[in-house]
């Protein structure tokens, strides 16, 4: 083979790519601004409602308290990052420095192996494997939202969007039960990480459904396995929850206070930084209290129709174009404001990229613009209402890297033969593994 040979091969390496991106998140934790940083941001802080959350948890209270208050039993977070983050104080120290590096670390960690799905989604599609994981491996808010939002679940929602998105392309080639047993309970350790997702995956599994049916396959059994799996495992949650509260809490319980607060004109009032609203939390409980709050938001909202139009205009826009108000320009206005415009300019080119992606599927690849249409189109409809950060668009970033890289069809055509799949998701493939 010859060396070009070998070092193009290199190049379209996933496992190589993705170890450059690791290699470029970790050098810039180990920047004098980052380490810097670091060393300011208080312990205590880490993790937020699911810290506190984690905090009690090691300190044997069980799951409950997400405020700096004992409140008792919650489920203002979906498990995985209060028991990732248990996990972490048991083996660091309960809100230590070390504790925080390590997540800080695993986060990036998980946005440098995004690449890989993210390169094996995008090669199903077209010619664009290696164009679309590079792009996510130079991604800015890759490197960024892992880091200042760390103490959320970002990173590991995003890594698992992605997956989803590779998944439910390969699921259609196969009839095995096992693996769409393995499809329902990869979507549901997504639910157990972001709520958020549960909007998408009625619309994914549909239209699976769909194209299995015109295939003439087993469009029931099939996804009722992957639905089944999902349920599965967000069964044991749901069923803690009702034994706690004695109503049903599929997912997490906070919409319509999350609803009430950023539709309040009296400003963003929280139990975790306001003494009378922790006083009315503790007084009613948790789901008496979201009840009571979604109650008064939708009040507000029909006496203020105009307001809420606008703001949840500006919601929008905060969401997919992002401002300096917006919060990871925010929290970078430390090394500069020339940075916050330069992330502003590099999300406005993914948005681009993005649209010109959704133009090709829907002339050139109409059998995968559904569900990758489905991602930008149902994800930030409760984020539209509610609160709007571009940082809450991060875990549906890997699906518009991977519309991105499918928009650059448009200006440099992929040559056929290198990252393409012999069958596209859309048809029947020439053997059904089963």
């Known amino acids: 083979m010859k060396s070009s040979d070998r070092l193009r091969r290199t190049l379209r390496s996933p496992v190589f790519i993705a170890t450059i991106a690791l290699v470029l998140r970790l050098l810039f934790l180990w920047t004098p601004p980052s380490r810097m940083r670091i060393g300011s941001i208080d312990g205590l802080g880490l993790g937020y409602e699911a810290g506190r959350i984690a905090q009690s948890i090691v300190s044997g209270r069980g799951y409950s308290s997400p405020f700096q208050s004992e409140s008792g039993p919650t489920a203002w977070v979906p498990p995985a990052l209060p028991f990732l983050l248990a996990a972490d104080f048991k083996l660091f120290g309960m809100h230590s420095h070390a504790a925080l590096v390590f997540i800080l670390v695993l986060n990036e960690i998980f946005s440098a192996a995004t690449c890989i799905p993210i390169f094996f989604a995008s090669k199903i599609i077209s010619d664009t494997g290696a164009r679309a994981a590079w792009l996510w491996s130079f991604y800015p808010y890759a490197v960024l939202v892992p880091f200042y939002a760390a103490r959320w679940y970002m990173s590991l929602s995003a890594l698992l969007a992605a997956c989803i998105l ?72 749901t069923i803690r929850n009702y034994a706690v509260f004695h109503t049903w809490v599929p997912l997490r319980p906070n919409f319509g206070f999350e609803l009430w607060r950023f539709n309040n004109p009296a400003g963003l009032l929280h139990p975790a930084s306001d003494p009378p609203e922790m006083a009315l939390y503790v007084r009613l409980g948790e ?148």
Not at 216 to 224: E, F, S
Not at 317 to 327: A, D, L, M, Q, Y
Request: contains cysteine; charged residues 20%; hydrophobic residues 50%.
């Open 287 to 434: 789901t008496v209290y979201n009840r009571e709050k979604k109650a008064e938001a939708f009040r507000l909202i029909r006496a203020h129709p105009g307001t809420f139009a606008l703001t949840t205009a500006h919601r929008v826009k905060e969401f997919w174009v992002g401002t300096e108000s917006n919060s990871v320009s925010t929290m970078v206005k430390w090394a500069g404001h020339w940075r916050s415009r330069a992330l502003l300019a590099t999300n406005l080119g993914l948005i681009v990229l993005t649209m010109a992606g959704l133009s090709f599927a829907w002339f050139r690849k109409r059998e995968v613009f559904c569900p990758l249409v489905l991602f930008p189109l149902i994800f930030p409809l409760v984020y539209y209402i509610t609160v709007s950060e571009t940082a809450y668009r991060y875990p549906i970033d890997p699906i518009l890297i991977v519309l991105a890289a499918l928009g650059t069809e448009w200006i440099i055509p992929a040559q056929s033969g290198g990252d393409t799949e012999s069958d596209s998701p859309g048809t029947e493939p020439a053997r059904i593994h089963r």
């Open 166 to 237: 590779f998944a439910t392309f390969k699921i259609l080639r196969s009839d095995r039960s096992s693996r769409w047993t393995g499809y329902g309970l990869l979507w549901g350790f997504e639910l157990m990480t972001n709520a958020a997702f549960a909007s998408i995956a009625p619309f994914l599994l549909l239209w699976l459904a769909l194209r299995l049916r015109a295939a003439r396959r087993a469009w029931i059994r099939l996804p009722g396995l992957a639905a089944a799996a999902l349920v599965l495992v967000c069964a044991p949650w």
